[in-house]
């Protein structure tokens, strides 16, 4: 067994429990504002008790935040019936409650017992140490996602499912088929990242929810959506011969992709190319 711990690991580990421990603070607030019109109260103590225990679990945070709340009781005295009051006109009294968290605490030990554990990794291998040094054992456990991506494109990406055959030679060529379809994302997202990484550059446009983002290790998947918007419009006569052949012309972002991914403008200009006949 392998134990390391990696202090960048356990500060962005610590930085997710503080943004988590903030949200579920304010949250908790939330939940019992102060009086005013259109302000919705909690009348019962264990409707409190679950919304409050619903929120620590959203965020992970429980037995990290200590809540005290109050019940707070409002009576007033109205007329019974309509009309203005008078001195011999009956009376009621009208009792309003509602709780009203007062306290969230950090419990601040049990937090620092939990950042201690922050960044730990346990990796379990057979190879002793003359073959397999830790350092060594580390990165080999650190490529492990890259061969679960693999794993994960089959499933999702090229969807890769039971079906019914009746041959197993069906199944190693439908085996064959998506696999060479996952090796060819692979090797596209791998050239890629390689060409970006030794020219120090980024990309943009690659996250259309922020278009002014830049990255350095675009994924294959997104770097197929940058030509979503490619087409080929092929124009035929009666005889079945090409007379228009028009091709979406390529942006600044696509131009940089092919030339990194070794292909160039030219080669994609070809697709619009008309064989002549003879």
């Known amino acids: 067994m392998v134990v390391v711990r990696s ?4 500060d962005q580990q610590a930085a997710g429990l503080e943004k988590r421990l ?4 304010t949250q908790l607030t939330a939940l019992t504002p102060p009086r005013g019109r259109g302000k919705r109260h909690i009348t019962d ?10 929120v620590l679990t959203a ?3 429980d037995g990290l935040l200590r809540v005290t709340w109050e019940k707070q009781v409002e009576q007033t005295t109205q007329y019974v019936g309509r009309g203005r009051g008078s001195v011999h006109r009956e009376k009621r009294v009208v009792q309003k409650t509602r709780y009203h968290i007062t ?3 950090r419990q601040e030990g049990t937090i ?3 950042r201690q554990r922050f ?3 346990a990796f379990v291998t057979n190879a002793g140490h003359p073959r397999l040094s830790l350092q060594d054992a580390v990165l080999c456990y650190r490529n492990e996602y890259r061969v679960e991506r693999v794993f994960k494109r089959l499933k999702s990406r090229v969807h890769i499912a039971p079906l ?3 041959r197993n030679e069906h199944i190693e060529g439908l085996t064959y088929l998506l696999t060479l379809g996952v090796r060819v994302l692979t090797v596209m997202e791998f050239v890629l990242r390689r060409s970006l990484e030794t020219e120090q550059a980024s990309l943009p446009g690659l996250h259309p929810e922020n278009k002014q983002k830049m990255t350095d290790k675009p994924t294959a998947e997104r770097i197929l959506k940058a030509f979503a918007d490619i087409s080929l419009t092929i124009i035929q006569n009666a005889a079945g011969e090409d007379i228009l052949r028009r091709l979406t012309p390529l942006s600044g972002l696509q131009e940089d992709i092919l030339q990194r991914l070794g292909l160039g403008a030219t080669f994609y200009g070809q697709l619009e190319i008309q064989a002549m006949s003879t």
Do not use: N, Q, S, Y
């Open 7 to 10: 202090p960048m690991h356990a």
């Open 22 to 25: 903030g949200h579920a603070e």
């Open 45 to 54: 103590e264990a409707t409190l008790v679950e919304a409050i225990d619903r």
């Open 59 to 61: 965020h992970r945070v």
């Open 103 to 105: 306290h969230i605490v």
């Open 112 to 114: 620092a017992a939990r």
């Open 119 to 121: 960044g730990w990794k």
């Open 164 to 166: 019914f055959v009746k």
